[in-house]
Protein backbone atom coordinates (compact mmCIF):
# COMPACT_ATOMS: atom_id res chain seq x y z
CA UNK A 1 0.00 0.00 0.00
CA UNK A 2 0.41 3.50 -0.41
CA UNK A 3 2.35 4.87 2.86
CA UNK A 4 1.06 8.69 3.37
CA UNK A 5 3.61 11.04 4.62
CA UNK A 6 2.22 14.13 6.54
CA UNK A 7 2.66 16.77 4.53
CA UNK A 8 2.19 21.04 5.32
CA UNK A 9 0.34 23.18 3.62
CA UNK A 10 2.26 26.34 3.86
CA UNK A 11 0.90 29.90 3.13
CA UNK A 12 2.46 32.99 2.32
CA UNK A 13 0.72 35.36 4.06
CA UNK A 14 3.03 38.30 4.05
CA UNK A 15 5.03 40.34 1.18
CA UNK A 16 8.58 39.63 0.37
CA UNK A 17 9.68 42.64 -0.86
CA UNK A 18 12.39 44.59 1.20
CA UNK A 19 12.87 41.18 3.20
CA UNK A 20 16.10 39.12 4.20
CA UNK A 21 17.62 37.76 1.13
CA UNK A 22 17.96 34.62 2.26
CA UNK A 23 14.78 34.71 3.55
CA UNK A 24 13.52 35.37 0.13
CA UNK A 25 15.57 32.74 -1.30
CA UNK A 26 13.98 30.67 1.40
CA UNK A 27 10.60 31.71 0.26
CA UNK A 28 11.28 30.54 -3.59
CA UNK A 29 12.63 27.39 -2.98
CA UNK A 30 9.29 26.52 -1.51
CA UNK A 31 7.51 27.64 -4.10
CA UNK A 32 6.43 30.66 -2.78
CA UNK A 33 6.54 33.78 -4.53
CA UNK A 34 3.85 36.33 -4.07
CA UNK A 35 0.93 36.19 -1.10
CA UNK A 36 -1.28 34.16 -0.80
CA UNK A 37 0.52 31.39 -2.65
CA UNK A 38 0.35 27.82 -0.90
CA UNK A 39 2.30 25.05 -1.22
CA UNK A 40 2.20 21.53 -0.07
CA UNK A 41 5.69 20.30 1.62
CA UNK A 42 6.79 16.33 3.04
CA UNK A 43 6.63 17.73 6.85
CA UNK A 44 10.52 16.84 7.32
CA UNK A 45 13.32 18.19 9.06
CA UNK A 46 14.32 20.15 6.12
CA UNK A 47 10.69 21.79 5.97
CA UNK A 48 10.64 22.30 9.50
CA UNK A 49 13.64 23.87 9.31
CA UNK A 50 13.16 26.42 5.78
CA UNK A 51 9.93 27.38 7.59
CA UNK A 52 11.78 28.04 11.32
CA UNK A 53 13.71 31.05 8.96
CA UNK A 54 10.60 32.52 7.83
CA UNK A 55 7.63 31.92 10.25
CA UNK A 56 6.85 35.50 10.21
CA UNK A 57 5.94 35.15 6.73
CA UNK A 58 4.14 32.02 6.04
CA UNK A 59 1.12 30.73 8.18
CA UNK A 60 1.30 26.13 8.23
CA UNK A 61 -1.21 24.03 8.89
CA UNK A 62 -0.88 20.31 9.02
CA UNK A 63 -2.51 18.32 6.04
CA UNK A 64 -3.03 14.94 6.05
Do not use: F, W
Not at 26 to 53: E, Y
Amino acid sequence: GVVSMENLKITLVKSLSGRNKKHIATAHSLGLKTINDVTIQPDNAQTRGKIAQISYLVKVEANA
